[in-house]
C-alpha cells in the first residue's frame, strides 16, 4: 500500500536491498528503511524514482550527492555504503541513522547551551572536512542535521558543489552556484547568503553564512531572518532582527 506518496511498499526488493518501511519523500527522493540481505544490515535506502531519473536536473542533483557522500569519510557526516540501478530506479544506500533532525528539535525551543556549543563544534567539523575536500554544501539548515546518540550528523549532499580538493577554501568557486529547477534557485532562503539568494557564485563562506544562521537558532529557537519567501529573504539584509538573549 503506498503511503504518504511513496513509490515502494515493504518487502519490495532492490537487488539485495528489501523494503521494510517507508522513512520520508521530499524533492531530492524517497527514503526508505532497509535491509541488506547479504549482510543482515538495517540501512537507510534513498531512492530516485524512474520517472524523475528524466528530470536532468534531479538525476543530476541525485549523482552529484552520491559523489560527494562518497568523497566524504566523517563521523559527523552520514556515510554512504553502497548505490545502485534496479530496473530504471537509481538508489544510494547509507547508514541509518537513529534519532530526530535538529528542525525536530527545535519545535521544542531553543537548545540548552551546552548542546549548542557541541552540536555546532561537530557540524563545523564536518564542514571543514567537506571543505577541504573540496565540497560545498550550499543547503545547511536544520533540516539537514540528524541528532543521534553520537552527536550531530550532516545529511543530504544533493545540492552539493564538487570542486578540486581546496578550492572551496583557498580559491572560492569555479563556476556558478545558480542550479534552477523550472526557474527557481534552489536551497532555502532561511539559510542562504546573499550571492545564492543572487544566484552568484559560491563557496564554502556560502556555507558559513548558513552555519552561522544554524547557530542563532539552536541558541534562539528562531531563525535570524523574517519572511516566507524567497523574495522577501532577498531584501532581509536590509532590515535585520534586533538579537535577544536566549531563554
Not at 103 to 130: F, H, M, N, R, W
Request: hydrophobic share 40%; proline share 6%; charged share 20%.
Amino acid at each position: 500500500m503506498m503511503r504518504s506518496g511513496m513509490a515502494l511498499t515493504p518487502g519490495a526488493r532492490l537487488g539485495p536491498y528489501e523494503i521494510i518501511a517507508p522513512l520520508g519523500v521530499g524533492g531530492m527522493g524517497e527514503v526508505y528503511r532497509a535491509r541488506d540481505i547479504r549482510l543482515d544490515r538495517i540501512v537507510a535506502l534513498k531512492t530516485l524514482p524512474a520517472e524523475w531519473s528524466r528530470d536532468p536536473e534531479r538525476r543530476g542533483r541525485f549523482e552529484r550527492e552520491a559523489k560527494a557522500i562518497s568523497a566524504l569519510a566523517h563521523p559527523h557526516i552520514c556515510t554512504l555504503y553502497d548505490v545502485g540501478d534496479h530496473n530504471g530506479i537509481q538508489f544510494l544506500v547509507m547508514e541509518l541513522l537513529e534519532g530526530r533532525t535538529l528542525a525536530a528539535q527545535l519545535k521544542s525551543g531553543p537548545l540548552p547551551l551546552a548542546d549548542v556549543l557541541a552540536y555546532a563544534t561537530q557540524i563545523a567539523a564536518a564542514l571543514e572536512k567537506a571543505h577541504r575536500s573540496g565540497i560545498v554544501h550550499r543547503d545547511l539548515k536544520p533540516a539537514n542535521v540528524m541528532l543521534t546518540a553520537s552527536g550531530a550528523k550532516l545529511l543530504d549532499f544533493g545540492l552539493a558543489k564538487q570542486q578540486p580538493a581546496g578550492a572551496a577554501i583557498i580559491e572560492g568557486a569555479t563556476e556558478t552556484g545558480q542550479l534552477t529547477l523550472q526557474g527557481q534557485i534552489l536551497g532555502t532562503p532561511q539559510y542562504m547568503a546573499p550571492e545564492q539568494i543572487e544566484g552568484h557564485e559560491v563557496d564554502a563562506r556560502t556555507d558559513v553564512f548558513a552555519f552561522g544562521a544554524l547557530v542563532y537558532e539552536m541558541a534562539t529557537g528562531r531563525p535570524p531572518f523574517d519572511g516566507a519567501s524567497q523574495a522577501s529573504r532577498s531584501v532581509r539584509f536590509s532590515r535585520p532582527r534586533r538579537l535577544q538573549s536566549p531563554r
